[in-house]
T-cell receptor, first 113, second 114 residues
Framework: KAGVTQTPRYLIKTRGQQVTLSCSPI?????VSWYQQTPGQGLQFLFE???????NKGNFPGRFSGRQFSNSRSEMNVSTLELGDSALYLC????????????FGPGTRLLVL | GNSVTQMEGPVTLSEEAFLTINCTYT??????LFWYVQYPGEGLQLLLK?????DKGSNKGFEATYRKETTSFHLEKGSVQVSDSAVYFC?????????????FGTGTRLTIIP
């Protein structure tokens, strides 16, 4: 069974631009979570989607948004990019709403210049 | 709120040495506890988990025991290998439901020298 896939793997943008990252969960998994990883702040939770509904949201500004499609694929969008948004963005999937193990993708590394 | 405090790194050990990476947590209720590992250039992989007090998670020679009385989940391995070099993250999931956000420690970089 294929794991969690994320595209693109690497991305370079400039300040003020926007970016969309994509995550395809493991087949049959219906929940997707997003995390931001930076050297300074470590791993921080962004949001979680289940059945196309956002169930949880971390403490990030409104520039960070996401959505989930009927096939469970998820996208996250960051508008008006700032230098501090440079990070590794990780996506994780679980089978359903009451599953304990999150399976992570390889991440998308975003560099904002 | 929930928090995880992890042993500061980096940690450098010789091959076949004994490894301990300390992890303590603060949480309401009875969280599930996890250790994840991140190899260079990759995402996170679940290493082991424990869902209730006194549970012992184990995988690939690594072990950790959920100690509620000391709110700890220390990672141990009896004989490390060069291939164990990676960053290790302790994490908790509140109320044992994995789809709630995972709260991570800061990570401990482990380097094993031959």
């Amino acid at each position: 069974k294929a794991g969690v896939t994320q595209t693109p793997r690497y991305l370079i943008k400039t300040r003020g631009q926007q970016v969309t990252l994509s995550c395809s969960p493991i087949s049959g998994h219906r929940s997707v979570s997003w995390y931001q990883q930076t050297p300074g702040q470590g791993l921080q939770f962004l949001f979680e989607y289940f059945s196309e509904t956002q169930r949880n949201k971390g403490n990030f500004p409104g520039r960070f948004s996401g959505r989930q499609f009927s096939n469970s694929r998820s996208e996250m969008n960051v508008s008006t990019l700032e230098l501090g948004d440079s990070a590794l963005y990780l996506c994780a999937s679980t089978l359903g709403p009451i599953q304990e193990t999150q399976y992570f993708g390889p991440g998308t590394r975003l560099l904002v210049l | 709120g929930n928090s995880v405090t992890q042993m500061e790194g980096p940690v450098t050990l010789s091959e076949e040495a004994f490894l301990t990476i300390n992890c303590t947590y603060t949480a309401t209720g009875y969280p599930s506890l996890f250790w994840y590992v991140q190899y260079p250039g990759e995402g996170l992989q679940l290493l082991l988990k424990a869902t209730k007090a006194d549970d012992k998670g184990s995988n690939k020679g690594f072990e950790a025991t959920y100690r509620k009385e000391t709110t700890s989940f220390h990672l141990e391995k009896g004989s490390v290998q060069v291939s164990d070099s990676a960053v290790y993250f302790c994490a908790l999931s509140p109320l044992g439901v994995g789809n709630e956000k995972l709260t991570f420690g800061t990570g401990t970089r482990l380097t094993i020298i031959p």
